[in-house]
């Protein structure tokens, strides 16, 4: 059973436009949230996370949102570049932390030039 | 400030045999977790060292086992290997609980 859904397995964006990215999540105790980023063969880079007190963090090109009653985040890029192309993972985090993280498939990003 | 290193990059081994890799996290971070990547599956948890106890453990069989040091520096062991378990597996430090994880290169394992 799928906790965090990424429905999207790959998306294409113009460069200099919005990508957004999608995740659902179906465990209510899940409170902490991160997105990553992964390029073939290397670890995932982290990008951006958000607590569940909060409903948008921001860090420069990148925001990332909370919706609590609809169990979904999404992640924004504005505007879009060339290295942004890469596989985003979409993690959440629930009790203490010792659980680890629970990813979800991943959504390929493709910055069409 | 160094990041996460794992080794070896990359590992050769035979239906049978075990393994062990090693990770060695950010300094200061004192948990350390281990993940398991395959195209089905995707990213999935292991088991979490946090002070040189497992604080938790994935779904995983008991053929997959770790352990911490006291310098936080941690390892996994895989018995008796399988074809299934070739993968990429990678190791993430955080100073403790619910904080940003900082993944390692990862170590790619092809069980032949």
């Known amino acids: 059973d799928q906790q965090v859904k990424q429905n999207s397995p790959s998306l294409s964006v113009q460069e200099g436009r919005i990508s957004i990215l999608n995740c659902d999540y179906t465990?209510?105790?899940?409170?902490?949230f991160l997105w990553y980023k992964k390029y073939p063969a290397e670890g995932p880079t982290f990008l951006i996370s958000?607590?569940?007190?909060?409903d948008k963090n921001e860090d420069g090109r990148f925001t990332v949102f909370l919706n609590k009653s609809a169990k979904h985040l999404s992640l924004h890029i504005v505007p879009s570049q060339p290295g942004d192309s890469a596989v985003y993972f979409c993690?959440?985090?629930?009790?203490?932390?010792?659980?680890?993280?629970?990813f979800g498939k991943g959504t390929h990003l493709i910055i069409q030039p | 400030k160094a990041g996460v290193t794992q080794t070896p990059r990359y590992l050769i081994k035979t239906r049978g045999q075990q393994v062990t890799l090693s990770c060695s996290p950010i300094?200061?971070?004192?948990?350390v977790s281990w993940y398991q990547q395959t195209p089905g599956q995707g990213l999935q948890f292991l088991f979490e060292?946090?002070?040189?106890?497992?604080?938790n453990k994935g779904n995983f069989p008991g053929r997959f086992s770790g352990r911490q040091f006291s310098n936080s520096r941690s390892e996994m062991n895989v018995s008796t290997l399988e074809l299934g378990d070739s993968a990429l597996y990678l190791c993430?430090?955080?100073?403790?609980?619910?904080?940003?994880?900082?993944f390692g290169q990862g170590t790619r394992l092809t069980v032949v």
């Open positions: 958000i607590s569940s007190i909060k």
């Open positions: 993430a430090s955080t100073h403790g609980g619910k904080t940003e994880a900082f």
């Open positions: 300094s200061g971070h004192r948990s």
């Open positions: 060292y946090f002070s040189e106890t497992q604080r």
């Open positions: 993690a959440a985090y629930s009790g203490g932390g010792a659980d680890g993280l629970t």
């Open positions: 465990n209510s105790m899940f409170d902490y």
